[in-house]
């Protein structure tokens, strides 16, 4: 079930995206193709491919491990362990986000998702094939320990998986002061921004009040990024030279005579 569940969740964000930045583009002169529009078709497929596979991981692998113990946790309503895994995973997201940004070996994993130069729903499945395995691994194994049931997990996370491509969209929506609690896709469009004061800012994948709370938010509202992408750095063009640029990026990091944890002008 969790695994339909992820594949028609896709398609019908991907669909409703496509209707909503037709409707409130934050930048209406950006073309609905891109010319590298493509590439992020491909990953896209990747994605879908590598959700339900990982969905399906966590699920059999749940049941096939020894039950946790029983908690106070176990013992809540689910609608309240829902909330509590929603919140947790995001916090936990929140900082594997930020350690990808300001830790050298990590960033060539996570620059080919800011790499594109203009934002839409479907670079948000622009991403190396090692980030969404770190992602759940380090999410769902601590999740795990704390006494959250599998399938639980397993149902919860393609949601904010399929959430992203909302957050990534063309669009103007803010939210209102709602957008202090929940991130939007006006907020997160901040986040791939490569003018200098929004350089690492808006990790929050889901509930904004995360980077407010610890000094990362920005978010001048009623005004639009003049650029995104990578600053100071550039990636080669196509899928294989995306797969191999991480493991190139950290040859050169240890290669650097001084190895320094931050990547000055490097992240976006």
């Known amino acids: 079930m969790e695994l339909v569940i992820t594949f028609i969740g896709f398609i019908a964000m991907g669909a409703a995206c496509t209707l909503l930045e037709r409707t409130w583009p934050a930048d209406a002169a950006q073309p609905r193709w891109r010319s590298d529009s493509w590439i992020d078709a491909f990953y896209l497929g990747l994605r879908v491919f590598l959700s339900i596979a990982l969905t399906l ?69 622009r991403n190396h094939p090692l980030e969404p395995l770190l992602f759940k691994v380090l ?36 939210y209102g002061p709602v957008g202090y609690i929940i991130a939007s896709p006006a907020f997160h469009r901040w986040h791939h921004s490569s003018e200098i004061q929004a350089l690492d800012k808006n990790y929050a994948q889901l509930f904004s009040f995360y980077d407010y709370l610890f000094g990362t938010a920005y978010f001048p509202r009623g005004i639009n990024s003049k650029s995104y992408g990578l600053l100071n750095e550039s990636l080669p063009v196509g899928i294989w030279s995306h797969f191999s640029y991480p493991f190139l990026d950290l040859v050169g990091w240890l290669r650097r005579p001084h190895r320094g944890s931050n990547i000055p002008g490097g992240s976006t």
Not at 101 to 109: A, E, I, M, N, T
Not at 161 to 166: D, E
Request: aromatic share 12%; charged share 5%.
């Open 139 to 174: 999410m769902n194994y601590p999740l795990y320990l704390l006494g959250f049931s599998p399938t639980l997990l397993g149902s919860l996370m393609p949601g904010v998986a399929t959430y992203s491509l909302l957050l990534h969209a063309n669009m103007s929506w803010g």
């Open 57 to 125: 991981i966590t699920v059999v692998t749940g049941r096939s491990l020894i039950a946790p113990a029983d908690t106070f946790l176990t013992r809540q309503p689910v609608w309240l362990q829902a909330i509590e895994v929603l919140l947790l995973s995001d916090l936990i997201s929140y900082w594997i986000h930020r350690l990808l940004h300001v830790y050298g070996p990590l960033w060539g994993v996570h620059a080919i998702h800011h790499s594109a130069h203009q934002i839409d729903w479907l670079v948000a499945s």
